[in-house]
């Protein structure tokens, strides 16, 4: 990345212009993520929209990305450490910030000063957010949340009650919200969020004076419309990505990852190409070296699996993924030189690769596929056809 690329430099730039001398790169469409974060938000019909940006927006950038969502109109922004709250305040996020995760006492007086809602799990937690929100002058509101059956976060529904009115208690402390999360939401048999809405429902009939309820991710507030409650929290769908088994409302994938042919090769028949020459040539072939490989995210695996996207065709990779390159067969795909543009996950011409098609060709998930892109890659982030902002490789 050019050193001269500066955030305002660049303002007026085309996407195409920008990204002429990036051997890869990464763009997110700020049309789009508004855009589902609306289509998203209405299709709540009166839930709060609960954004989640942990994982550096699932590696799309929160720094940029979450301004953009607040602007679109989402309630709230959700992640998982405190760090990744302050941020979002340092990015200039004005919206409550709930901290999903874990906290240390430690974590109190900064999260007051950020003014974020910590899930607090334990008493201990709760009078040092008490006593740090006594220092700053103010009430610091914090959510409990209740293990319904993940067994991951939170509290069995005794301990979760108890302490719920062991935190009301403190002075400066509101319990504001209660929460959960469901095991399966993107399975074809989702029957068991009845048995966690069951126990949650027996926690917030016990705590009716806490006035706000989440349990819900992008599945379950797509297919479980009595788990919405008061807000819902909504990560991969605002990217544009559908989690399995999930209808919704239309929204368009934010994130195309690209890069350029860095050299194309012959390969004669019954040679081999990448480490250990797993793919051998079955007749007179031309590669493609595409500049990307797993330390960027891509993974592994998908050698002599996955397709790219060159010329608006589909390519087959060949041979081993790298850890910085890997190749393609474009045999059949005439002209290709060095400089064209390979499309990863996006769309070119009138074909397209998404997030999931990688997950399945990677035996993964889109989640994984999503936050696994490293930061070498720069992230241009576009508006109408303007590059607004770029963050460049980070070292
Ligand atoms: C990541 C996460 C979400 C968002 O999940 P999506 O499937 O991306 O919508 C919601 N709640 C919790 C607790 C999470 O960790």
Redesign the pocket.
């Known amino acids: 990345m050019g050193e001269h690329l500066t955030q305002t430099a660049i303002a007026h730039e085309s996407l195409v212009d920008a990204t002429t001398n990036e051997n890869a790169w990464i763009e997110i469409d700020l049309d789009a993520a508004a855009a589902n974060a609306e289509a998203l938000k209405h299709a709540m019909s009166g839930v709060e929209l609960i954004a ?1 940006v ?1 994982a550096n927006a ?1 590696g799309a950038g929160a720094a940029t990305l979450a301004p953009a969502f607040e602007v679109a109109g989402v309630d709230r922004f ?1 992640v ?1 450490w405190p760090h990744e709250g302050y941020m979002l305040r340092q990015a200039g996020v004005t919206l409550p910030i709930i901290v ?2 874990h906290a240390f006492p430690a974590d109190a007086t900064p999260a007051v000063r950020s003014a974020l809602t910590l899930t607090c799990h334990s008493l201990e937690l709760g009078r040092s957010i008490s006593e740090a929100a006594a220092r700053a002058g103010v009430v610091a509101k914090v959510h409990v949340k209740v293990d319904t059956g993940l067994h991951r ?1 939170g509290l069995d529904l005794e301990a979760a009650v108890a302490l719920a009115e062991q935190l009301r208690r403190l002075p400066n402390v509101e319990v504001e919200g209660l ?1 959960t ?1 469901m095991a399966n ?2 399975e074809v048999d989702d029957s068991f969020a009845e048995e966690q809405h069951r126990v949650f429902e027996l926690a917030a009939g016990r705590l009716p004076w806490i006035p706000y309820l989440h349990t ?4 379950t ?1 797509l297919r479980r419309r009595e788990l919405r409650y008061s807000g819902v ?6 990217h544009g990505v559908m ?1 399995p088994n999930t209808p919704g409302p239309p929204v368009t994938p934010i994130l195309a990852l690209r890069a350029r042919v860095a050299r194309v090769a012959e390969v004669g028949e019954g040679e081999g190409v990448s480490y250990g020459l797993t793919w051998k040539a079955s007749r007179a072939s031309k590669v493609a070296l595409i500049p990307v490989g797993y330390a960027d995210g891509w993974r592994r695996n998908l050698g002599n699996r996955g397709t790219v996207l060159i010329r608006g065709q589909r390519c087959p990779i060949v041979g081993r993924v790298c850890m910085d390159q890997f190749l393609v067969d474009v045999t059949d795909t005439p002209g290709v030189e060095e400089g064209d543009i390979a499309t990863l996950i996006g769309s070119d011409g009138g074909e397209s690769i998404t997030a999931s098609e990688v997950a399945l060709a990677a035996e993964t998930i889109s ?1 994984d596929v999503l936050a696994s892109l490293q930061a070498r890659l720069p992230r241009f982030y576009h508006r109408g056809g303007a590059v607004e902002a770029i963050a460049p490789a980070m070292w």
């Open positions: 989640v942990k699932y959700a998982v999903l995760g976060f929460t999360h939401a993107d819900a991710n992008s599945a507030a929290r909504v990560g991969l769908a605002l989690p989640w």
